[in-house]
């Protein structure tokens, strides 16, 4: 059997692994069931990739889009990895080729929906193929916690009882606790090794401060450390992005609005500038960020609360992807958390979707108003526990006595 590392170097052409992608290989080599829970980029792919390579028979994928399947099987047949997709875009003549491969133990690698995977003809055609592993990749998606749940990856279960002996590899970057204990629960996940890891960026330094006159505060913030920088203002509605990106204008900033409101050519030119020139703040709603892959982003600013640490982790993370020192600055204040409240209150979600918006803006809560170190307790709600505390966020650099009144609204809000 070819070691993992001989085939991450000769199929893949990477040099090493990263973080903690060799345990988990090594593991799933040796027929352990996983949760890996890691951030989008960190490389989670192979860590079902290499297994497939290294273990007898086929691996089969359960991928929630056409589309990330798709580009999966380009990449690795480019590789020379012996790669399919079944799903509804497939014809009945390519499935029939496709199934007849899997037969002959002619494909490494399966990429299927999941709603393809539980039908009782493939069931049995897999039990007439030998199984390398099962991966769940998206796997948030079993879950109501995560952003995304998708009823048919429910049925997912079902493979732990009908192929008990094939490792099942369970791999998502949405890692809050609910989510983890439901993934690992309804995936039957039980016995299986949780990894978690990569969810740090050591150069972004994280700051939240009370909100008094926010745009105020914003200009002293940059005024102090980010003139000639790059950066992104994320505020809550159309109108406040309108009106603190004239203001920042007035201030002889390079500041552009981009929310969903304005025309599409617009938005795209201000996101070009954003990307191609140097010192543009965006001064954005939530709907700029997604995909935008820009190095030297040196700051994100919030004078708004985002709705959970998910957004918050992932919209400050779009600062320092060159590695180099960032910051993430945000402004917290009372009126706020009544506003979120109240937009989760009377909206038209279900009451179990309300209490899991009301827990997760709890959680957001509980890092503005921490006095512990900031990362320890975003690292802890990803899983990752045990950080030092990082010396490279305010509470770190300047310890406070004692909260503000804030605590009040948390109480308010708590269910
Ligand atoms: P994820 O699914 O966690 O978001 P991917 O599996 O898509 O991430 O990997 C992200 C990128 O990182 C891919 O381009 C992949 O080839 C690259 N990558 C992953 N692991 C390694 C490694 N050990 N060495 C070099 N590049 C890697
Ligand atoms: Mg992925
Ligand atoms: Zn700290």
Redesign the pocket.
Known sequence: MASPLHI?NTV?G?????GQ?AEVISHMVDGGDALVL?????????CYQVPALCRDGIAVVVSPLIALMQNQVAALTQLGVRAAALNSARSFDEAAVIERQMRAGELDLLYVAPERLVTPGFLSLLDQCRIALFAIDEAHCVSQWGHDFRPEYLQLALLHERFPAVPRIA?T?TADGPTRKDIAERLGLGDGRIFVAGFDRPNIRYRITAKKNAKEQLLRFLEAEHSGDSGIVYCLSRAKVEEVAGWLTDKGYDALPYHAGLDQSVRAANQDRFLRDEAVVMVATIAFGMGIDKPDVRFVAHLDLPKSLESYYQETGRAGRDGLPANAWMAYGLEDVAKLGQFIASSQASDTQKRIERQKLNALLGLCETTRCRRQVLLEYFGESGAPPCGNCDICLEPVASFDGTELARKALSC
Do not use: D, E, V
Not at 38 to 46: C, Y
């Open positions: 991450l893949f990477f040099p090493g692994f990263r992608q890691m951030p989008t980029g960190a490389g989670k792919s192979l791999l970057a």
